[in-house]
């Protein structure tokens, strides 16, 4: 049996043996590293639960581990998170697939949000105490229970806000707020076009937009999801499956757009190109059409390469029309540190509120990523580090996605499968 085939099981943690996971976990929020040179002689090994990434393919590849160490010492400016919730990522699909390079190479604990409480704080930490609820952000390394983290990358929570929200925050609003504000400088009376509007940074980019006078958002999303992202502030929701939404925009709008949103690449940064109007700005800022299934497609990607958006300054200029590229693992740690303060603040004024689509443990990882795979999410997925316990149910808002759509997109994962595929490397 496939892979694919194979049923995603709750994975029964392993008790890790070695510190491999840890060695590879980069220092800025990574596995709490033994106390080593000077352990206090009644300091008790303590056990806690991570997802590490073991190699790259399919969902078998992301393993829930138990390590078991002495509590760690920290370093000056460091605090010990223990995580109560984390953001799955349409970036840690890809990193899966190792197409993600800012993912050290496996083993790796994966993750790059979550939100928890401060159990313990390094020297010349000021502002942080132990009991603070925190969100985290990091590269990697945040899908565990405990995380040692530097302070300046922890950010209070509101009262409020729960942990689920405090770990759906960082990834999707930051994104989306310096794409809309600093990159396409977003003013009253616009309108956008958000792909992916049914997804985290899609429903953050929404809300967002309605922090602005009377823009008018283009969304497009499965047809299950139309109803919610209406409600949500998408003003045209439009079925990318059975429509063109070019036609559709173009119907709507003959100018086009001012902003379009591109996490998709290929054919339809093109497409994104020719809807702008002029003055108007394409923002690429991901290629989620390399992805067709839960493994590593070789023929998508090539696809995605050979109908990628090329051309000449001169003809830009012509056109007036700018393009622009965004990726959040390149942003500083200034300009993230500010606009999480002025996202929080946003938040406290009731002007976004993330939402959160399901919520998955630790050992149902693999069905958290099936599902945002298999395009079922509106909104944010959750990871939680605690054990599910027994007959829990799961704790889901979105409305099951039609069926057709689930057949219709594992038939295509199957064709492209049997035609396409190039399997992934072997352990
Ligand atoms: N550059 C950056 O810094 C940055 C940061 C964050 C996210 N991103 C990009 O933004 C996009 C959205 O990320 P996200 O984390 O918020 O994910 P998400 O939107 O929640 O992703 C899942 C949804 O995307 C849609 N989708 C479109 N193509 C898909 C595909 N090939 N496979 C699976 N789903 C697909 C599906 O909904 P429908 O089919 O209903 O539309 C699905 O439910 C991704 O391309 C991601 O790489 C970039």
Redesign the pocket.
Known sequence: MSGEEAPTQQQQPEQEKTDTADESTPAAAGAPQESGSSPSTEEKPISWRSVVLMGYGGYDKVKLQVKTQNKPQLKAGEVLVCIKAC????????ARQGLYDLLPAPPVVMGMEGSGVIEAVGESVEDRKVGDRVIVFSRSGIWQELVVASANSTFPMPEQMSFEEGAALP??Y???Y??LFDVANLRPGKSVLI??????????ATQLCHTVEEVIIFG???A??HETIAQGGVTHPID??TKDYVEEIHKISPKGVDIVLD???GSDTQKGFGLLKPLGTLIV????????GQRKNLL?MAKTWYNQLSLNTLKLMQANKAIA???????SEELISNTMHKLLELYVQGKIKPHI?SCYHFEEVGDAMR???????????ILLPEPKKKDEEPKSNAEP?EEV?KNESAATEKKEDASEEVKEEKD
Do not use: W
Request: aromatic fraction near 6%; hydrophobic fraction near 45%; glycine fraction near 16%.
């Open positions: 953001g799955l990522n349409f970036a840690e699909l890809l990834v999707n930051l994104t989306a310096m794409i792909h992916m509007a049914g997804g985290g940074v899609g429903i953050a497009t999303a499965s299950s999801k990318y499956r996490p998709l690449g800022f991901g290629a989620a059409n390399c992805v067709t998508a590229g965004f990726h959040l693992g390149h942003v689509d599902r945002m795979h298999e395009r079922q999410n509106i909104g944010k997925i996605a759509e």
